[in-house]
């Protein structure tokens, strides 16, 4: 049986790519902030742990406490809509924190264990801002474009070791709670000079048919797993779909 070690598992993508491993016979490992053991099925190939994926002695500790894994999703993150003029920089240090930063530890403290037996596999869960430009998450598309870049190298760098490394991309999910964790962050963040701009731009994100759930998250992750054929990215969701192509 194999492990999967999922981080931001206490709601949205990373909660659903945990019952759906688990739905599929994997052991799982679902990592929050704060362990919330009631979203999830009680079973013995199930484990719920807390990790803050910016804090480096979580880390080691979830690492250790989860014992040999065979996939990493990062998947925890921050959403952050604003007007970057009015975006504090110790915000935008906050957003790299957890969405950059934060993979890349993950990323360093499972390696070591992924060399050592020649096989392992890192899926990093950006998003679509990084296909095509959208106003107002500067700050956010940055943090994920870093990512990208990151993964695109380090899926070259250890691919003498039998390590994988992918990106799953998906699109603009309403459902997510992307603004609802980050309401406190984002107030004050669209000026009235912006409010105009800012209120056309959220009605017609209100109409969008096309959007990503996630259910669409998980299977991305779990074709991002399955596959063998050296795909690097892979686009959750119908709008996601359509953008990447």
């Given at each position: 049986m194999?492990?999967?070690l999922?981080?931001?598992?206490s709601?949205g ?5 945990a019952r ?12 929050m902030?704060?362990?919330r053991?009631?979203?999830?099925p ?5 484990r719920?742990?807390p990790?803050?994926?910016?804090r480096p ?5 979830a690492i250790?406490a989860?014992g040999p894994i065979?996939?990493l ?5 921050l959403g952050?809509?604003?007007a970057f003029?009015?975006?504090?920089m110790a915000?935008?240090r ?8 934060g ?12 060399r050592a037996r020649?096989a392992?596999?890192v899926v990093?869960?950006?998003s ?5 430009p ?8 940055a943090?994920?474009t ?5 993964t695109?190298s380090l899926?070259l ?13 998906p ?5 997510t709670?992307f603004?609802?964790?980050g ?6 963040l ?12 959220f009605?017609?994100?209100?109409t969008?048919?096309a959007v ?5 998250v998980?299977?991305?992750?779990w074709r991002?797993v399955?596959?063998?054929?050296g795909?690097?990215?892979y686009?959750?969701g119908a ?7």
């Amino acid at each position: 049986m194999k492990t999967i070690l999922i981080t931001g598992c206490s709601s949205g993508y990373g909660l659903e790519t945990a019952r759906h491993f688990h739905a599929q016979g994997w052991r799982v490992i679902a990592t929050m902030r704060t362990p919330r053991t009631e979203v999830l099925p009680p079973s013995e190939h199930l484990r719920v742990l807390p990790l803050d994926v910016t804090r480096p002695a979580s880390i080691a500790a979830a690492i250790e406490a989860a014992g040999p894994i065979d996939v990493l999703v990062n998947n925890a993150g921050l959403g952050l809509f604003g007007a970057f003029e009015a975006t504090p920089m110790a915000t935008v240090r906050e957003i790299f924190e957890t969405n950059t930063f934060g993979m890349m530890a993950m990323a360093q403290a499972v390696l070591p264990q992924f060399r050592a037996r020649q096989a392992g596999l890192v899926v990093n869960v950006t998003s679509t801002v990084t296909l095509a430009p959208m106003p107002l998450v500067a700050a956010y598309t940055a943090s994920k474009t870093a990512i990208t870049g990151f993964t695109e190298s380090l899926a070259l760098e250890l691919a003498p070791f039998n390590i994988g490394v992918k990106l799953v991309e998906p699109g603009y999910g309403p459902g997510t709670r992307f603004t609802a964790n980050g309401a406190e962050r984002m107030q004050g963040l669209i000026p009235e000079a912006y409010a105009p701009f800012a209120q056309s731009i959220f009605a017609s994100l209100g109409t969008m048919t096309a959007v990503t759930t996630a259910a669409d998250v998980a299977q991305a992750v779990w074709r991002a797993v399955n596959d063998a054929d050296g795909t690097l990215h892979y686009p959750a969701g119908a709008d996601a779909v359509a953008l990447a192509r």
